[in-house]
Nanobody
Framework: QVQLVESGGGLVQPVGSLGLSCAAS????????MGWYRQAPGKERELVAA??????TNYADSVKGRFTISRANANSLYLQMTSLKPEDTAVYYC?????????WGKGTLVTVSS
């Protein structure tokens, strides 16, 4: 079992920056990959960025060059977001894959608005 808790969401103006954190607990050494997903109102949940245990990263085209995913250690995941746009407004979820099972946090809301 893996537990995930996100933090760092909030209101930010367009072109601003914001950082999200995800704290993992439980069987953290069984985690193969972690990532950030988001779900905007009326839309499906989509992958934002992911990172494997070996450090390989993958980004959605819409955030390439603006967002950076990093994993400081086995239980900490970060997402640095810059040049934010109103269309980045969504609930952001932390995800972990362990033994081919997905674990999710409860999400943190990011609102980009002036």
């Amino acid at each position: 079992q893996v537990q995930l808790v996100e933090s760092g969401g909030g209101l930010v103006q367009p072109v601003g920056s914001l950082g999200l954190s995800c704290a993992a607990s439980g069987c953290i050494f069984s985690i193969n990959a972690m990532g950030w997903y988001r779900q905007a109102p009326g839309k499906e949940r989509e992958l934002v960025a992911a990172i494997t245990r070996g450090g390989t990263t993958n980004y959605a085209d819409s955030v390439k060059g603006r967002f950076t995913i990093s994993r400081a250690n086995a239980n900490s995941l970060y997402l640095q977001m810059t040049s934010l746009k109103p269309e980045d407004t969504a609930v952001y979820y932390c995800n972990a894959v362990s033994y081919q099972r997905d674990y999710w946090g409860k999400g943190t809301l990011v609102t980009v608005s002036s």
